[in-house]
T-cell receptor, first 113, second 114 residues
Framework: AAGVIQSPRHLIKEKRETATLKCYPI?????VYWYQQGPGQDPQFLISFYEKMQSDKGSIPDRFSAQQFSDYHSELNMSSLELGDSALYFCASSLPDRRDEQFFGPGTRLTVL | AQTVTQSQPEMSVQEAETVTLSCTYD???????LFWYKQPPSRQMILVIR??????QNATENRFSVNFQKAAKSFSLKISDSQLGDAAMYFCAYTAQGAQKLVFGQGTRLTINP
């Protein structure tokens, strides 16, 4: 079965650089969610999109932005990277009538040096 | 605000035995969903089991079952016949009906002793 695809899987950046994370949801899933999991922490909700519109917003820094495109893939853009942004970034997706059931991608591990 | 609490940072169990992981939550909502996710060393988040709050019957998935106590706001996970592959971090999570985000507990690291 098809799963959520995230790219890249690993990313190393320097402080103050920018990074773009991509997420391709499971086919027919129209809602995408982004979570950040710091070392030894639980995942924290960042932002979600439904039908290309932002649907909910969590603890996402102003330096981050995201969008969902017409093919439902989503990108998380991170600027002015800080050491504290080093984390595992998960994307999840859900079906239109099953937003209670989110399927997670493998995550992108971002390391900021 | 909704909160999820897992009071057991670490648990261990002998292979083939049964273990129960605890979770409590706080919400003022009446309709919501509860989940247990497994995160093995690969860091993949894998859905283990889900429970709808309006259902009184406890959810089961093979060796995994929950004890859902709505009045007590408790949602524990029981793993029967523990296997080495069950070793992982387990997260309890909550989402309200119609909400977008999952709220996670702090996690319980489960070790299986051979």
């Amino acid at each position: 079965a098809a799963g959520v695809i995230q790219s890249p899987r690993h990313l190393i950046k320097e402080k103050r650089e920018t990074a773009t994370l991509k997420c391709y949801p499971i086919p027919r899933h129209d809602t995408v969610y982004w979570y950040q999991q710091g070392p030894g922490q639980d995942p924290q909700f960042l932002i979600s999109f439904y039908e290309k519109m932002q649907s909910d917003k969590g603890s996402i820094p102003d330096r981050f932005s995201a969008q969902q495109f017409s093919d439902y893939h989503s990108e998380l853009n991170m600027s002015s990277l800080e050491l504290g942004d080093s984390a595992l970034y998960f994307c999840a997706s859900s079906l239109p009538d099953r937003r209670d059931e989110q399927f997670f991608g493998p995550g992108t591990r971002l390391t900021v040096l | 605000a909704q909160t999820v609490t897992q009071s057991q940072p670490e648990m261990s169990v002998q292979e083939a035995e049964t273990v129960t992981l605890s979770c409590t939550y706080d919400t003022s909502e009446s309709d919501y969903y509860l989940f247990w996710y497994k995160q093995p060393p690969s860091r993949q988040m894998i859905l283990v089991i889900r429970q709808e709050a309006y259902k009184q019957q406890n959810a089961t998935e093979n060796r995994f079952s929950v004890n859902f106590q709505k009045a007590a706001k408790s949602f524990s996970l029981k793993i029967s016949d523990s296997q080495l592959g069950d070793a992982a971090m387990y997260f309890c999570a909550y989402t309200a009906q119609g909400a977008q985000k999952l709220v996670f507990g702090q996690g319980t690291r489960l070790t299986i002793n051979p």
